[in-house]
């Protein structure tokens, strides 16, 4: 089984912490929506056969499409590969795009799964980040969006300056009370050349501090597992049969392609990324050219990547599948290195599985990178 991402580069207006690749000028828009069509067609031969389980539009702002558009793009993957019976088909989507009426509309088409840009129930944290909707968008699209689709996912961001832990439930809880079945709860970080990076350097906004991220964090584990919630990946949280399939079939190392502006893509042993740039990309696919850079994975660094997103889900980093994929010198260090971190209670061996306790979780992507290979020869 394997995924198409379709990366749809546009927003309607720049979020203060965010540093995807997205363009506000929606003059291209038709075009790209044509070049992606073109691409998936070009890139028709990549999976082998293999059949595709799930299709995810990312972004970007994927909802500034028309439905027509959506229709369009999902069609052409059908066109070109061999598609699951019942795929999963998962469209993120801002408030301010979803009325009632697009949502009924867009229960009617192929797309089966939400996944909704909340933030914040809380219209000072939404002015902060400059996010294009308000807190009532928010919880009226949420109403009428669990009346009609099933799979949901709410996204949620944690550690916001000045945000006490009162609060931080409070956004927790209204998302628990609209029953949906899953959340992804990130912490605000500050990335270079964003505009909340020049606001924190300037002390227009305070600096997120990770001590109260954590305190979030913890909270957020407590609240979600009280309510049926499975904490399946570092920032997901799904009752059963609802986690993400796309985001599961990434961190199993399944394959996948990326389709638009700076999309990535993964075979088994090399990882291709189109251009970051609309104009480039356009005119490279209208001249039937791929625009995009390839690197073969060395065993290191697959052993780094399966560290990394092992480490971040419930099912951990398996001692077996590194004996048989990388070898047994690379089992040896990882038990070597991991040692600390168990003194410390961080990590803890589940038979021949290696995974991070409770007090190791919010630690998770600093451990992982400690336990990478450096400087092993293939």
Wanted: glycine share 6%.
């Amino acid at each position: 089984m394997a995924g198409i991402y379709i990366h749809i580069p546009f927003c309607r207006q720049a979020c203060h912490y965010c540093d995807f690749h997205f363009s506000t000028s929606m003059k291209n828009k038709d075009a790209m929506v044509e070049a992606l069509a073109k691409e998936i067609s070009m890139r028709k031969d990549e999976l082998d056969g293999e059949t595709v389980e799930t299709i995810y539009f990312g972004g970007g702002t994927p909802s500034v499409l028309t439905n027509g558009q959506i229709d369009f793009l999902i069609e052409a993957v059908y066109d070109s590969h061999s598609v699951s019976p019942n795929p999963e088909i998962t469209l993120e989507a801002n408030p301010d795009d979803l009325s009632a009426d697009r949502i009924v509309e867009l229960s009617h088409s192929k797309i089966n799964r939400l996944s909704i840009g909340i933030q914040s129930f809380f219209d000072e944290d939404l002015t902060m980040m400059n996010r294009a909707h308000n807190a009532a968008e928010a919880e009226e699209c949420l109403e009428v969006a669990t009346t009609y689709f099933d799979n949901i996912s709410v996204d949620l961001i944690y550690g916001i300056p000045g945000m006490t832990n009162e609060r931080w439930l409070q956004n927790v809880n209204k998302a628990l009370n609209t029953g949906v079945p899953h959340i992804s709860a990130y912490a605000l970080t500050v990335e270079e050349k964003t505009a909340l990076h020049k606001m924190v350097k300037t002390g227009i906004v305070a600096a997120p501090q990770d001590d109260a991220a954590q305190q979030h964090f913890s909270l957020l584990i407590e609240k979600l597992q009280e309510n049926g919630f499975i904490h399946y990946e570092l920032s997901n949280f799904g009752k059963e049969g609802y986690f993400s399939k796309n985001n599961t079939a990434y961190w199993l190392g399944k394959k996948y392609i990326g389709i638009g502006p700076s999309a990535h893509s993964f075979d088994g042993s090399s990882r291709s990324w189109n251009v970051s740039n609309n104009t480039l990309y356009l005119k490279s696919i209208l001249a039937e050219e791929l625009p995009m850079e390839k690197e073969k994975l060395s065993v290191a660094d697959r052993y780094n990547e399966y560290i990394m997103t092992g480490l971040r889900t419930v099912w951990g980093v398996s001692l077996d599948k590194i004996n048989n994929d990388f070898g047994k010198q690379y089992a040896d260090y990882l038990l070597q290195e991991s040692e600390k971190y168990k003194s410390r209670g961080l990590l803890k061996l589940d038979v021949d599985t290696l995974k991070t306790t409770p007090a190791g979780k919010f630690l998770t992507d600093g451990i992982a990178g400690d336990l990478f290979f450096l400087n092993l020869e293939d």
